[in-house]
């Protein structure tokens, strides 16, 4: 459904949209002609938003490298461009990234960039801002909705004026809250065609030692931008003090100190710093509210402007108001807070995977044969929690391939050497660590949990999937044939839910000297679709508490308050039991039963 259709509650003066499909829409309205990312919180749905629309191509790239390759090329052949990815996905985007701000741009081209304080769903806390200035890219921060879809048209702008990328950094609330936008309608942007200029494009260092000087006079056209642009934005009050914002901590600020004077940068690189001065000297003292990274700070502090940030405010995780309220209170601007009785702590739930998931059974056997495993990026990295508790290691996403080699080289590991790897993230980064094991010819397995789509981030689609993200058919990589034509020589492929069979394959492949392969091949059990067969129950009177089901950690399986011998016995819930089996055959006691075969329900 488009950002412009019917789920979208309309109010009078626009509708409701999230940041990111305000940012789809600002493509959208700007006459952007493709839009390309890889799926990662929080930055999904700005892709999905618009992906059955029939007048921009949208699509999935197998990394977020090749995402910005592709609207790179887009750029280059005239056509407005539009890249999303997350914080971490710009690491992977880096190499492009970083020279692309030299040889500039075609048309306009946009990336938009969601980072995750807080790490709701990301391994680190990074602040896309730092790479804003590493790059010499501007950057700008919307701080609601209404300025995602408003900052995004103005992002193609200012890429053809200054024929230079430019970033979008949103953190997780903005890209998840929602608000009021006013729909514009769609600018109609002329192809202008690839333009041949092999001293602009082609990246050779003769070339780009030439194109050095252009990009630093660019960089000084752009903070000469900044000084005048209607991006930043000041509201008057108090001359004791004032606040310099950006993104969503400006909302924060002005929930706390409604009537503070308050210099907001929508433009957050690079910063106005003439304008911030001339601010500085209306007020006494001069405040930096920014989430995550002392970036703002920093720079002021290296133009000699006396300002007080981060020994208030926290570098670690979100900002909201109540952690703005109390750096405020400390730096003595506000009260302090009166001290409120804490609320009794509830019960920890620790993640678990989904009932009936086919990544359960590989984790129970690679524990149960002492293997030492080296994780990736996926559902399946919560198998490193106990009950399972059968993952050691995991960094980012492609790098488990390349750890175990590491591992097994150096001989200090106390057990077969196994990488497990989803199928998304094998194609994402795993394919050249595949190719580095053949090329050493290491003593490792790999594990690819092939589940037939990006499951962490909500089921998109992938190379491997057969299906684009706009729903057309294509050609679905076979990783057999993928693996064998690396060199691996030893390749199995497993129904994850016969515990039997996938314990013979690890086995069999982790005691194979050299590169090995293990593919499952179940599909996700919540996406694309649900799927549920018949649910299971425990037999309370066969049942004897020997709870070997429980080492599966599945949510249905539930603690019982009947005992047998001392020990607690178990039921299912089968309202969420998807029917998998994987209980059934852990079971010493055939205690576990498909529902439909018992003559009597005898479920505690």
């Known amino acids: 459904m488009t950002v412009d259709a019917a789920p979208h509650k309309k109010v009078s003066t626009g509708v409701l949209l999230s940041g990111n499909e305000a940012i789809a829409r600002g493509a959208v309205e700007a006459g952007a002609l493709i839009a390309v990312g890889y799926p990662g919180t929080p930055s999904t749905e700005i892709l999905e938003s618009i992906a059955d629309r029939t007048d921009i191509d949208v699509r999935w790239a197998p ?54 304080p807080g790490m709701h769903s990301s391994q680190n806390e990074q602040d896309t801002r730092a790479y804003a200035r590493m790059a010499g890219v501007p950057l700008l921060e919307p701080s609601d909705s209404a300025e995602a879809k408003a900052f995004t048209a103005l992002a193609f702008d200012i890429s053809e004026e200054f024929d230079t990328p430019v970033l979008i950094r949103t953190t997780t609330r903005v890209s998840h809250n929602r608000g009021v936008v006013k729909l ?136 909201n ?62 198998a490193a929690l106990q009950p399972l508790a059968a993952m050691d290691t995991c960094v980012a996403m492609g790098s488990s391939i390349g750890m175990a080699i590491g591992l097994a080289a150096s001989g200090g590991a106390d057990g077969p050497v196994v990488a497990t790897i989803g199928d998304s993230t094998f194609l994402h980064g795993g394919i050249p660590g595949l190719a580095d094991a053949v090329y050493s010819q290491a003593n490792i397995t790999v594990l690819i949990l092939d589940n037939g789509t990006t499951a962490m981030t909500g089921g998109q689609e992938h190379p491997g999937t057969g299906l684009t993200l706009q ?108 029917g998998c089996t994987l209980c059934a055959q852990l079971c010493p006691p055939l205690a576990i039963v498909p529902i439909n075969k018992t003559k009597e329900s005898t479920s505690v």
Not at 75 to 91: F, Y
Not at 242 to 256: C, K, L, M, N
């Open 63 to 116: 990394n977020e490298k090749v995402a910005l390759d592709v609207a790179l090329g887009a750029s280059l052949g005239g056509i407005r461009a539009l890249a999303t990815m997350k914080h971490v996905g710009l690491n992977v985007a880096a190499d492009t990234f970083m020279t692309m701000a030299y040889t500039g741009v075609g048309a306009g081209l946009v990336i938009a960039c969601a980072d995750d």
């Open 184 to 319: 514009g309608s769609r600018a109609d942007k002329p192809v202008i065609g690839f333009q041949h200029n092999p001293k602009k494009y082609v990246m050779i260092p003769g070339h780009a030692r030439a194109r050095r000087p252009v990009f630093l006079d660019r960089l000084k056209r752009l903070s000469k931008y900044a000084e005048t642009s209607p991006l930043t934005v000041e509201l008057d009050g108090t001359s004791t003090f004032g606040v310099i914002t950006s993104g969503i901590a400006h909302h924060y600020v002005r929930e706390v100190l409604p009537d503070a004077r308050v210099l907001k940068l929508g433009m957050s690189y690079p910063i106005p710093v003439a304008r911030i001065r001339e601010f500085a000297e209306t007020v006494d003292r001069l405040f930096v509210v920014e989430e995550l990274d002392p970036i703002v700070e920093n720079d002021l502090h290296a133009a000699g402007i006396n300002v007080e940030g981060k020994t208030f405010f926290p570098q670690i995780g979100e900002l």
């Open 321 to 382: 108001p109540d952690t703005v309220r109390r750096g405020f209170a400390a730096a003595g601007i506000l009260p302090p807070q009166i001290s409120i009785e804490p609320a009794p702590p509830t019960v920890a739930r620790p993640p678990l995977m989904c009932p009936g998931c086919p990544h359960t059974p590989p984790f129970l056997v690679l524990k149960r044969i002492g293997a030492v495993v080296t994780g990736d990026i996926g559902c399946y990295t919560l």
């Open 471 to 578: 729903g057309s058919d294509t050609i679905p990589v076979d990783f057999v044939a993928l693996c064998r034509s690396l060199g691996v020589r030893d390749v199995r492929v497993i129904d994850p839910y016969d515990v039997a069979a996938t314990y013979a394959a690890l086995e069999g492949a982790a005691a194979f000297v050299g590169p090995s392969v293990v593919i499952t091949n179940r599909p996700c059990v919540e996406a694309p679709m649900k799927i549920r067969d018949l649910p299971y129950e425990v037999i309370a009177d066969a049942c004897t508490a020997c709870q070997a089901c429980m080492t599966a950690g599945c949510p249905s399986i539930i603690w019982s308050d009947e005992t047998f011998e001392g020990r607690r016995k178990v039921y299912i819930d089968t309202d969420t039991c998807t």
